[in-house]
């Protein structure tokens, strides 16, 4: 089953072809593929809203992902905007500003957003944990090298790319889509 993913993101797609290959989906990154990314409060709307305009101008089954880092203490911020704030602030931005507080509750979000006709479904999890007091190694991208999941003392950053996938908000929306694939029997024809 072959299935298309609208990312110009190569640690995203490298997690997902990892995820999805476990339910016999080779997928394929797509780079060159334009994608509207609306502003909003909701990843899902986000995601699927950047799916349809992908799969427009495509006209092939695909998913977009996206995700965002809230963060308790700031009120959920940075949110749908962490990509933004990543390129802006980064890390030790975000660490400004948590420099007082105590509270370092956060989480993690995903959407994987699936065209597939002729269902457009979306699938959306989270992982709970909180801020390191410092970035922590040299895996993983955005703000990974500031986050700790739940039960762990490393960051995702500290981590390799299947003890992320064992963990991570991206991996669970992925194996949702898997799960998704498979009680429909969506066979490579349907692809």
């Known amino acids: 089953m072959k299935l298309y993913f609208a990312t110009s993101n ?16 080779e997928l394929v ?3 060159s593929v334009p994608k509207l990314e609306i502003q909003g409060e909701s990843l899902a709307d986000i995601a699927l809203n950047a799916a349809r305009t992908a799969y427009l101008r495509l006209g092939e089954p695909l998913i977009v992902e ?18 933004y704030v990543y390129k802006t602030l980064g890390c030790r931005g975000i660490l400004r500003l948590l420099e007082d507080e105590e509270r370092r509750e956060a989480y993690f979000e995903s959407a994987v957003a699936a065209i597939i006709p002729p269902y457009e479904e979306v699938f959306v999890a989270r992982v709970h944990g909180v801020i390191a007091a410092e970035p922590r190694g040299e895996g993983g991208f955005g703000f990974d090298p500031i ?10 950053a500290e981590m390799g790319v299947e ?27 349907q692809l």
């Open 66 to 83: 996206d995700a965002g880092l809230y963060i308790e203490a700031l009120k959920g911020f940075p949110g749908p905007y962490s990509s």
């Open 29 to 31: 990154q797509l780079t």
């Open 163 to 189: 003890e992320k996938n064992r963990l991570s908000h991206r991996a669970r929306a992925l194996r949702m889509l898997g799960e998704w694939l498979r009680s429909r029997k969506i066979k490579r024809a």
């Open 147 to 156: 986050f700790i999941p739940r039960g762990e003392a490393r960051t995702f």
């Open 10 to 25: 190569r640690h995203k797609y490298e997690e997902a072809r990892r995820v999805l290959s476990e339910y016999g989906v």
